[in-house]
């Protein structure tokens, strides 16, 4: 028997095909990809030729653009219905709250699982498991969500709930699971690379893990403990491919593709009726130019982002201060060269957030970028908590990233000039991932939020350049 298992993760919401950041020897290329009917269509061929086919999707699926943001999710949910998904995990899932994630789950015709999503009396929030029966072969699929949604997330999103790593509670569903006769043991998986393969060193018995949550394009799987581990971008630029023979309801061969998801990919015209649907009432927002751009616009690299200068050169200049910061998000389509519309800000903070400011000493900004290192870098991979390094704008951080906990700055520079520890700055930023409530004193919402920023700073300078000073450097 042939059992084809399907794979996307981090779509973040982006319905219709997009620019998307690719490498060859000249450095950075832009190639149109992604898109939901082309992902249907994709999905269909395979299907019609082998029925045996399973489709699992990493989670970061119900948030990240604005039309998903202004329904709450719920209208992305006739097109997840119709890929016919037969299971999800989440994250930023969660971003409308608890009690709404519910029903998106009641609305879908698959289960959203999550074996370490617990409610206020210890008990599961989410179904933690599936068994699937494919040509006489049991799958059993063990979910995990992001970890750090009640760590390091807004507190809405986890309201009421508490989230493990999972690995205190896989080895017993992986038990559960065989007893119900599981013939292959599929890990569904958000909390990202690192920390997947160091849950699959200590915890045995899992045979493929689909991973999400850190954007890796694996073209081939990593072999951890005897387990296959895959992750496939983000945005839905790729669909993995597992072709697994099996005899004896035993693994035979297990062959893996990434399958880039470009214009030679066949389309869905029902898929692709539904996402027109969805866009139409956004056509105006995604075609009129606000400004234009020279460089590709991104947020791709891990200490550095162009895309998030403009976001943090807009807050600067509404709040009329010299230092901003944003959260190291990993989503958001590139904006290639050339024009930025008003719905290419809204990939940049779909949520559209209030900017703030707040009075911080020297010795916070160095306490808070130290410890944003250490989320992003520590050495303990369960304990690295979530995106990029911090977005910054005005200063120029040295650092040595191999150095231990809190002591990776080596330098930090206000104007030419060491920062002065002991001294207080006014900064400005978004969200209380720029900058958590637990540092400063006198904060305060401006009355502009991040789009509107973005727009009155392209309409003052629509010819945007990210510039060339890069605000962490390894030294």
Known sequence: MKL??????????????????????????????????????LV???????????????????????????????????????????????????????????????????????CNVFAENDSNFLQPTALFDKGGVKIGVIGICAMIVDKVMPEKMSKG???TSGIDELPKYIKQLKRDGANIIVLLSHNGFPQDVELLKKVEGIDICLSAHTHNRLYS???????RIVQCGC???????????????????????????????????????????????????????????KEVLHRYNTTNSTMDNLLLKAIAKATNTDISFSNGWR????????????????????????????????????????????????????????????????LQINMRIENPKEHRIQEIYYKGSHLELDKTYKVSFVTMQGVAKKYGKNRKKHNQKAVEAMKAFLKENPEFTPGTIKSFRLV
Not at 47 to 58: H, Q, S
Not at 221 to 227: C, F, K, Q, T
Not at 336 to 356: C, F, Q, R, V
Not at 360 to 368: N, Q, R, V, Y
């Open 235 to 293: 945005h839905g630029a790729f669909v993995g491919n597992f072709s697994i023979d099996f005899e004896e309801n035993k693994i035979k061969n297990c062959d893996y593709e990434l399958i880039k998801v470009d214009n030679t990919v066949s389309k869905s015209t029902e898929m692709d009726t539904l996402v027109q649907k969805v866009l139409k009432p956004y056509k105006e927002i995604r075609t009129i130019a606000l400004g234009h751009t």
């Open 221 to 227: 799987p990593i072999e951890v403990n005897g387990a």
């Open 331 to 394: 989503y958001g389509a590139p904006i290639a060269k050339g024009k930025i519309t008003e719905n290419d800000l809204y990939n940049i903070a779909p949520m559209n957030p209030p900017i703030s400011t707040v009075e911080l000493t020297g010795k916070e900004i160095k306490e808070m970028l130290e410890e944003n290192l250490e989320r992003t870098f520590c050495s303990n991979p369960l304990k690295q908590m979530g995106g990029y390094v911090k977005r910054v704008l005005g």
């Open 44 to 114: 269909e061929d395979i299907r019609i030729k082998n029925p045996n086919t399973l489709l699992f999707d990493g989670g970061d699926t119900l948030h990240g653009t604005k039309p998903l943001v202004d329904s709450k999710g719920e209208a992305i949910i006739p097109i997840l219905n119709a890929l016919n998904l037969d299971a999800l995990v989440g994250h930023w899932d969660f971003g409308y709250g608890p009690e709404q994630l519910q029903k998106l789950n009641k609305a879908l015709n698959f289960p959203i699982l999550g």
């Open 161 to 163: 709930l508490k989230f």
């Open 4 to 41: 084809n298992i399907l794979f996307i993760n981090d779509v973040h919401g982006y319905l219709a095909p997009h620019a998307e950041l690719f490498y060859d020897e000249s450095g950075e290329v832009v190639e149109t990809v992604g898109g939901y009917a082309h992902i249907a269509g």
